[in-house]
């Protein structure tokens, strides 16, 4: 079996490269996290959440699941959202979806590929709500307006958990962001879902 010791040499050249630039930088961080961002992304491995927005360690809190869904019920995001908004106040949330997702593929084209089927739901449940919108669309446009429109859900769905609608009515100051990524050039684009949070035109 093929052991993975190249990823502890690479691991301990970057420890290293940031100990060099900022000696107390482990020391000082593993006193305290106090990231300003919840980041709700998609597992692709082509979307690290720290890497796209050039972020070290510390700054970013990160939930990450297939396709950004955030569902009513899932235990998994509610608890991180919950220590994210009410542990850590964090003032951001970004849902950042991607073009080109397999999951939102997925789900377009019905493809059956056993237990995800179920995750994939969600997807498709996006597809009803804006099914007009869709129809007159078909390809590549049609997947990337339902990358779209499962962020501008998924923002709808952080936004009406009891942990946000708390949190703004005990005056916590929180945004809620959708954005899409592109893998194709590294690109965000806000989708501009929350009016008091557009970062560009
Ligand atoms: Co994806």
Known sequence: MKNLSHLFE?????AASIKERDPEFFS????QQAPEILWIGCSDSRVPANQIIDLPPGEVFVHRNIANVVVHTDLNCLSVIHFAVDVLKVKHIIICGHY???GIRAAMEDMELGLIDNWLRHIKDVGRFHAEKLAVLDGQEKQDLLCELNVLEQVRNVSNTTIVKNARK???ELSIHGWV???KNGILKDL????TSCEES
């Open 181 to 183: 990524y592109s893998i």
């Open 170 to 172: 005990n005056g916590a």
């Open 192 to 195: 501009c879902i929350d009016n």
């Open 10 to 14: 690479k691991n301990r050249v970057w």
């Open 100 to 102: 080109d997702c397999g």
């Open 28 to 31: 000082d961080l593993s006193k």
